[in-house]
């Protein structure tokens, strides 16, 4: 093979690999490749709340409802059993040392999924942590909101981003998140 033509191959590798970069940047995104079967949902919560405690509480994941008219947030009128976003607060220790909380991701059935399947239900879990104060709770229950509705990690230094993780003390979403989710699900 003669030298300019390695180079030509060379350089087009690097052309398509970087295509290949962009393109899957933004393909992917900071969101999972699954997602709710539908986004309109019915919540409940685990063990017993007030209805006011329960309102106050829902302010947290409607952060994220209010932000696409695709995902509709709206009482479950049956049992715990048949709604769709599941809430889990202060219930439990955490399961390891120091995690704040937890999504689960499920069938209509009950089987468990993965991020990448289509979801029927999720339950969010903020688990009891004696690191994290009221605050990190909320930033925490909103992070966890964030996951069911296919919100994956992001990490940029400085920016005060939900879906970072660890201890927050704030619980907006970011415009950068704003514009993921109506990415992932239509504005
Ligand atoms: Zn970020
Ligand atoms: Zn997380």
């Known amino acids: 093979m003669s030298k300019i033509i390695k180079r030509t191959l060379i350089v087009s590798s690097t052309i398509v690999l970087l ?6 940047n933004n393909a992917f995104a900071n969101t999972f490749s699954g997602k709710y079967t539908t986004g309109n949902l019915t919540w409940k919560f685990a063990g017993s709340y007030s209805s006011e405690t329960q309102k106050k509480l829902l302010k947290y994941p409607k952060k994220w409802t209010a932000l696409s008219s695709k995902l509709n947030l709206t009482e ?3 049992s ?3 709604s769709r976003f599941r809430v889990r607060y202060k219930l439990t220790k955490p399961p390891t040392s120091g995690l704040l909380g937890r999504t ?3 069938t209509k059935e009950g089987s ?3 991020y990448t399947d289509r979801w029927w239900k999720a339950t969010v879990s903020v688990y009891n942590n ?3 104060n009221t605050t990190n709770k909320h930033a925490t229950l ?7 509705f296919s919100m994956a990690h992001c990490n940029h ?3 005060k981003h939900i879906m970072h993780q660890g201890l927050k003390n704030y619980t907006s979403v970011s415009t950068y998140e704003k514009n993921e989710l109506i990415g992932k699900w239509g504005s």
Do not use: M, R
């Open 19 to 24: 295509l290949f970069f962009l393109v899957g």
């Open 112 to 114: 468990s999924l993965t």
């Open 104 to 106: 689960f991701f499920f």
């Open 76 to 78: 479950e009128g049956n």
């Open 157 to 159: 230094p400085g920016k």
């Open 80 to 82: 715990y059993k048949y």
């Open 142 to 148: 909103v992070h966890e909101a964030g996951h069911a």
């Open 130 to 132: 004696s690191d994290a």
